[in-house]
């Protein structure tokens, strides 16, 4: 299990101990939170007051659909961490954080370069009253570089870092994958800094630096999704190729597409040497199997459009769960395209703990997607349930340390 509400029964906690400062709004930074809180660390999240016209807290509690004026994303993002009113706008709100940073671990932020330096909070100054600590930087474009200052987004990171410009059908206007990618991308490659960060302090550790010494995690959002971007570049430097657009397909790797059938689609993965055998088999199309030009892949590349047009005549014709049965049975990689009711109500995810339900404060019960990785002796947790605005700002500032 990886819920519970009786602290008796929680397992080992890996990350148990780490105290994590979350200063980031949204969702990069937040999600890097995320992680590290549901493997045991104290996330202690900062947000703002309610000021004129503004509800107040993170944006993301009133993005999207709400209940009771509260977002239900609100219950995945946040899960796990405990939630601090301050204004960082005031010198009272920073000094606060200041000495809440003085006792923690790990600092995050995703704040536009130059704003933790603006508010006297750069890591220099934080670092000197505690050198061990990791902070967690995550930007549009890093903090350096000429682009340093603009702002950026999600949704530009995906531009620039080659995604966007591929994700699109032949000759037709790039789309967007339909969730912020670039942000999610950028809080997992910060939450691996993070973990990176803390392995070489702990390697640090010496007579002069009893804690080891820290480091900046620096993360831009567009150089998140470029490390995902596979051959693009490596393409481009040997052979002068501009990879483009080619909807469901992944081009140079065949088989591999979307597939309509009687009642819906499929995709089929079927580019493996064995595996495009079997499915050519499954298909009747023994031809195909046996055909010398076909048994690796750049042959198959060469003919596609032929492969495609033989399994697309055979989907056609039979209803989705057929196609999967006969697939499955014959061992090659297939499946349904899910929309948010197929995960709900399939037996896999819920079996592997990847559907969980969380309770509000005021009693609602929302299923939230579970914890990953799994790990076998520390597993990960969902101990709280995401924090009203504010709610544990008397209990954390009452345990701070006084100046």
């Known amino acids: 299990m990886t819920t519970t509400s009786n602290t008796a029964t929680i397992p080992p906690q890996a990350l148990e101990g780490l105290k994590v400062i979350e200063l980031g709004q949204l969702i990069a930074g937040p999600f890097a939170g995320k992680t590290l809180a549901d493997f045991g660390a104290d996330v202690i999240k900062i947000e703002p007051p309610a000021a004129e016209g503004a509800a107040g807290g993170d944006p993301l509690r009133q993005w999207r659909m709400l209940h009771n004026g509260t977002s239900v994303w609100w219950q995945f993002q946040s899960r796990n961490k405990k939630s601090v009113v301050l204004d960082l706008r005031t010198e009272e709100g920073r000094d606060i954080v200041r000495r809440l940073i003085d006792e923690a671990d790990v600092v995050i932020e995703n704040f536009k370069p130059g704003t933790m330096e603006k508010w006297g909070m750069a890591y220099e100054d934080l670092s000197q009253r505690n050198p061990g600590l990791i902070m967690l930087r995550i930007s549009g474009y890093g903090q350096t570089g000429p682009y340093r200052e603009r702002p950026g987004f999600a949704v530009v990171a995906e531009a620039m870092g080659g995604m966007r410009y591929l994700n699109a059908e032949p000759g037709r206007v790039p789309v967007r994958a339909g969730v912020s990618l670039g942000d999610t991308l950028a809080g997992l490659h910060g939450a691996i800094g993070i973990l990176l960060a803390l392995q070489a302090r702990q390697r640090s550790i010496s007579p002069e630096a009893p804690k080891g010494r820290g480091q900046v995690v620096d993360v831009a959002l567009y150089e998140a999704v470029f490390n995902c971007m596979e051959s693009l570049l490596p393409e481009f430097s040997a052979f002068g190729a501009i990879r483009q657009p080619a909807g469901s397909a992944l081009p140079g790797i065949a088989p591999s597409n979307a597939y309509p059938c009687a009642d819906g689609m499929v ?105 990953i990785p799994k790990l076998s002796g520390t597993p990960g947790v969902i101990q709280r349930r995401g924090p009203m605005l504010g709610e544990d700002t008397e209990a954390v500032l009452a345990a701070l340390k006084k100046p």
């Open 267 to 371: 995709v089929i993965g079927g580019n493996g040497d064995s595996i495009f055998k079997r499915l050519m088999i499954a298909i009747a199309r023994d031809d195909l199997a046996t055909d010398p030009e076909l048994a690796s892949n750049p042959g198959r590349v060469k003919r596609v459009a032929e492969i495609d047009a033989a399994i697309g005549a055979w989907t056609a014709t039979r209803p989705v769960d057929q196609v999967l049965d006969v697939l499955n049975a014959a061992s090659v990689p297939v499946g349904r395209i899910y929309n948010a009711q197929d995960i709900a109500h399939d037996p896999h995810y819920r079996a592997r703990d990847m559907i969980l339900p969380v309770t509000t404060h005021d009693g609602l019960t929302v299923e939230v997607p579970g914890i």
